[in-house]
Structure formats: C-alpha cells, structure tokens
C-alpha cells in the first residue's frame, strides 16, 4: 500500500493518491470521531431492544450473508426482542440500484438506508459518515444494544457510536475476510502490509467489542489466537428456518416441479460459484464414475466467478450431458433443489479460509434429508459426522470422490439413513430459535454488565 503511494506520487493525479491515502490511514488505525453524547442519551425505548448494522441486506443482495441476517433478525423479533436494523453507509446505490426506497421491509424486519446527501468515497470518509448516520439512527431508536458483522469498517462505525452513547456492542464475526482476500491473490501477498494491516483490525475490532460472535469452534480458536478471551465468545452456528423446518418434499415431486430426471442419482450443491468451494472437484469426479444401472448426474445451483470455467470443463471432459447448472435460483425455490438431489456435495479446497469457515447450504441439505459429502477440513468436522450424516472426503481427490460417490449410489439404505440421521442433527442443533436464545442471553449479559 506505501508503494502504491510512493508511485502515485510521481504522476500529476492526486485524486487516486488521496483514495490510498485514505484507505492506508483506516488500515493503519485511523477511526471515526464523534461527540460525546452519553449524558443527553434517554433510556432505551424498550430493555429488550437491538440496532443491528449489517453490510447488505435482501431484498436487493440474495448472498448467503443477506439471508443469515434476515434469519438472525427474524428469529430475534420472534423471541420479543424489538429488532432495529441499518445497511452500510451508501448501500444498495453502492451496487447500482438507484431507485431505492429509504427502508425496505422483509418479512417483519425493516432495514433503514444510511443515505447522506453528500456522500464521502473515500473510505476514512465514509466509515466516519457511517458512523455519524449510524449515531442518528440509534439517538432516535433508543436500543438497548448494538450488534454489527465483519468486516472491521462496520466495527469502527459502531465502536465509535458505543463510546459516544455508552450502549454496548456485539461484534459477529462471519468469516476470516483477510484470508478471503488472500485467497483470490497470489501466495506472495501474505506478506504485503494490507494483508496484515487487515488481519490486524480484525483482530482489534473483535478486542474491543464488549461480546464476539462466530460461526464455530476453528473460528473461535482463531479468535483466541488473537487476543480475544474465551469467555467473551460465543458460537452462534448457521441454522436452519422457514421452509426448512417443515417436513422436507419427497424427490420425486421436487425433481417433477424443477424439471429433473426422475430416474437419475444426483449429486450436487447450491452454492456461491467460487474458486475455494473446489467445485472442479465434482466434475473431474463424475468423469471418473462408472455407470452401473443408476445414471450420476451433477446438478450445480448458483452463479459466480467459477461457472463459465465449470461448464468448460465438463465440456472438455465429455460430460457436459450429465451437469446441469440452472444458475441462480430464487430464494423460495431453494429448499427445492436440495431436495431434488441424492447427495449434496462441498468440495472445498484446503486453504486458511476454508478450514475455519462453515458454510450455511449444507445444514440446509442435512435439513432436507440429503447427506453431505464434504472436504475433510476442521470446519466441516464440526458439521459432518463422517458415517453418520455424510462423509468427509481429501480436498482435491477427484478419484476418492469418485469413489465415495459410487459406493453411495449402490447404497441405496446408507443414503437414507444419513439422511435422517442428519436432519435429525440439525434439529437439535442448529435452528435459528436456538440461536436467538443464545443472542439472548450475550444481550443480556452486555446490558447488564456494570
């Protein structure tokens, strides 16, 4: 990042110089600046009350992220809590729709836009107008908490406002997003200053929160590594809800609504198509599988950067005809497509992201009575009980995934079993109520902390 400067300084456009420069200051530890207003601050309307801030939110981001909000929140307001909800500074005309209302409702949840009138593009700029916008919001809602998600921009903001109201804050972690970076750049960029300058805020946006949430225990150990005590975390898991808690749909009348071969043993995911998720895989894996009576079939739901190059490859490897890839579906119409398949698939390659991150689609497939067969990563460990509800299979063995994927379509009675055994799991486990109890609980603990 300073060599970026250094050279910018030797051409006559200061403009893109300032944009690092500001960006260098946040990484290096610059943070929003607000007026004490702790003293002039009335009660919280109600004891049981939460102002959340998230980076996007439906209706107009259908991420995985966006989804897990929409349920944490819902699930909040179902246990009584009165939800507040705000999107980051300039969001949804950050990603080009104009024609935005200034709140949006989603179910029993509305999300409030922060909308400046003369918005701040470079980032010292915008996190401080978050925060200011952010300080609006709470002064006039009055919560009892605040609750935000990675990454560490959305922390500041919110940080600075719990120091100016005196109102505690949860700092959800849902990813390792400086390893995400790395993930899509060369090995040599673990040692540039932003990787490390990003790592770094992380770890001190989670140090100063007054309570820190992850996905699971991998996540939790990191966050340990980093400075955050174990008794200020709490693991909140990806759940299920809605459509997923009712009775799964037979295969036969999922694969007869989305058009599928009724006949066919499908194997597959609905999934962001990235490079990490290792989908390449599956198909090098389906090149290798015999046919023995049942035809495989590889159904692949989703969009992303790795579908053009997926579809290539099948092409290439002469299975084009046994691969569907409808591309993305809408929301409603998910818990369809995990139905429709035999075996649900999360090839994950082996990298510092993947061993910490647990994804949410495959609780949603355990959910439906669909077993997982999934990278032997620590992550999935936590999530797949190899024998049980799924097998944990090498990253990157297209041949052992052959393999494990013939000996699961002659077993017709193992599939069946694991998949009840896997519904069975996240019942118990991994509900989005049992998830608001536990929020309950952090709340509470943080508003009554003296």
Known sequence: MSEAIRVLEQIPSTRQKRHYESEVAVYRGTEPVLDNCELEMEPPIHQDSVLFLATNSLPHTGSGYAQRTQSVLSSLADAGWFVSAATRVQYPLNIGKLNTALKDRVGEIWYERLLPRKPRHDLSGRVQ????????????????????TTDFTNALAVKA???ATGIPWVYEVRGQLADTWLSTRPASAAGSERYRFFAEREAYAARSASFVLTLGEQMKRNLVDAGVEAERIEILP????????????????????????????????????????????????????????????????????????????????????????PGRVPREKAHLYHSALNLFVVPRVD???????????????????????ASDLPALRELIIDGETGHLVKPGDAEEWSRYIEMLRD????????????????????????????????????????
């Not at 107008?129 to 908490?145: C, G």
């Not at 009775?247 to 066919?264: M, S, T, V, W, Y």
């Not at 049942?294 to 005809?321: C, F, H, M, P, Y």
């Open 161 to 163: 406002v719990s120091e």
């Open 238 to 325: 990806n759940g299920i809800g809605e459509e997923f808690l009712k009775e799964p749909i037979g295969k036969n009348e999922a694969r007869a609504q989305l058009g599928l071969d009724p006949e066919a043993f499908y194997i597959g995911t609905v999934s962001s198509l990235v490079p990490y998720e290792g989908l390449e895989t599956v198909v090098r894996a389906l090149a290798g599988i015999k046919d023995h009576g049942k035809q495989v079939k590889l159904l692949i739901v989703g969009d992303g950067t790795e579908k053009e190059n997926l579809i290539r490859l099948a092409v290439d490897l002469g299975v084009q005809s046994r691969c569907e890839f």
């Open 411 to 450: 077993n017709s009675e193992k599939v069946s079993y694991m998949g009840k055994s896997g519904r069975r799991f996240v019942l118990k486990n991994r509900t989005w109520s049992q998830n608001a109890n536990k929020l309950d609980r952090v709340y509470r603990s943080v508003i009554n902390k003296p």
């Open 351 to 373: 990298n510092t992201v993947t061993r910490a991150v647990t994804p949410l689609k495959p609780v949603e497939a355990l959910a439906s009575r669909v077993p997982v067969l």
């Open 129 to 148: 107008q978050q925060a200011e916008e952010l300080l609006k919001k709470t002064i006039r809602d009055r919560p009892a908490v605040l609750h935000t």
